[in-house]
């Protein structure tokens, strides 16, 4: 049944939303929290090809961002990705906002919050399908 479904899908999510780990590997969304102390959770994540990372922002005070754009990071040079990838910036993340990003090229993206920088960093490798 349709209500059902839909039910057993948040319950799925909010499970993710508070804590559980995520488990790269699996064919759905990847979530990455963004919290209070500033920092990615979890700060290293590796995936496949073809999934989507889901960032929450779960500080209840302050705006994040994901950024692995060289350009606008060229402050700090820390945000790199791989060699044809197109960057990707999510704009400003207000509390209780989330944003997410689908993967197609492997390789590593060290991508960061520009608001936080130079702290709030993180990695995600992808590998090939
Ligand atoms: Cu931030």
Not at 5 to 15: C, D, K, P, Q, T
Not at 47 to 71: E, K
Not at 82 to 110: C, E, I, M, N, Q
């Amino acid at each position: 049944m349709k209500l059902t479904r839909v039910f057993v899908i948040a319950l799925l999510l909010s499970g993710a939303v508070h804590g559980q780990k995520p488990t790269a590997g699996d064919a759905g969304v990847v979530i990455v929290r963004m919290t209070m102390d500033k920092q990615f959770v979890p700060n290293q994540l590796t995936i496949t090809v073809g999934q989507t990372v889901q960032w929450v922002n779960d500080d209840p005070l302050h705006n994040h961002n994901v950024s692995d754009d060289p350009d606008i990071d060229e402050e700090h040079g820390i945000a790199r990705l791989p060699k044809g990838a197109k960057a990707f910036d999510s704009g400003v993340l207000p509390p209780g906002s989330r944003w997410s990003h689908r993967f197609t090229l492997p390789g590593r993206y060290h991508y960061v919050c520009i608001p936080h920088l130079p702290g709030m960093v993180a990695d995600i490798i992808v590998k090939p399908q």
